[in-house]
T-cell receptor, first 111, second 113 residues
């Protein structure tokens, strides 16, 4: 079945440093979504990417969808303590019309 | 506008007991989902309902049943709880299917002893 791999599993940064998490799929994706989950909280939708090579920005967050639509990344510039949490990608594609979530990247930020 | 609500927030069961997790949404969404989240495993789909009157299995349906009671409500039932079902359960809803953003409830933390 479809697999969505996410790396790294954990990332610890100093406040002000940049952070990137990567998502790779075994199959071509029709769309990919990103979610953030604060510790003890529930996942919250951040963005959806649909087009090949698409780049979207939300303030300090930059989301990219690869040209082959098999990978995606989330980059945070100058992290803040409010960025702490687990970031999940979720992809849909091929014969699988359901969303498959990656295992997430836990970001911790040292103030 | 409460969004997606879930009850209970916490539950402890003994092996073999049954229980129903309740979920309701007030966003007039057609699709609803049940996920479980285990440490290091991400979110895994248990069951979903694309629209009122339909349900279908997800990745990990064994040991669970669901009911789409009406457009607002989607319940998850554990008929005979097992320790392997200890997890955090999230309900979610979306406008129409997996191509739309999903709104998650606060979760139910279930422990089976």
């Amino acid at each position: 079945g479809q697999q969505v791999m996410q790396i790294p599993q954990y990332q610890h940064v100093q406040e002000g440093e940049d952070f990137t998490t990567y998502c790779n799929s075994s199959t071509t994706l029709s769309n990919i979504q990103w979610y953030k989950q604060r510790p003890g909280g529930h996942p919250v939708f951040l963005i959806q990417l649909v087009k090949s090579g698409e780049v979207k920005k939300q303030k300090r967050l930059t989301f990219q969808f690869g040209e082959a639509k098999k990978n995606s990344s989330l980059h945070i510039t100058a992290t803040q303590t409010t960025d702490v949490g687990t970031y999940f990608c979720a992809g849909r594609g091929g014969s699988n019309y359901k969303l498959t979530f990656g295992k997430g990247t836990l970001l911790t930020v040292n103030p | 506008n409460a969004g997606v609500t879930q009850t209970p927030k916490f539950q402890v069961l003994k092996t073999g007991q049954s229980m129903t997790l309740q979920c309701a949404q007030d966003m007039n969404h057609n699709s609803m989902y049940w996920y479980r989240q285990d440490p290091g495993m991400g979110l895994r789909l248990i069951y979903y309902s694309a629209s009122e009157g339909t349900t279908d299995k997800g990745e990990v349906p064994n040991g669970y049943n669901v009911s789409r009671l009406n457009k607002r409500e989607f319940s998850l039932r554990l008929e005979s709880a097992a320790p392997s079902q200890t997890s955090v359960y999230f309900c979610a809803s979306s406008g129409q299917g997996f191509g739309y953003e999903q709104y998650f409830g606060p979760g139910t933390r279930l422990t089976v002893t």
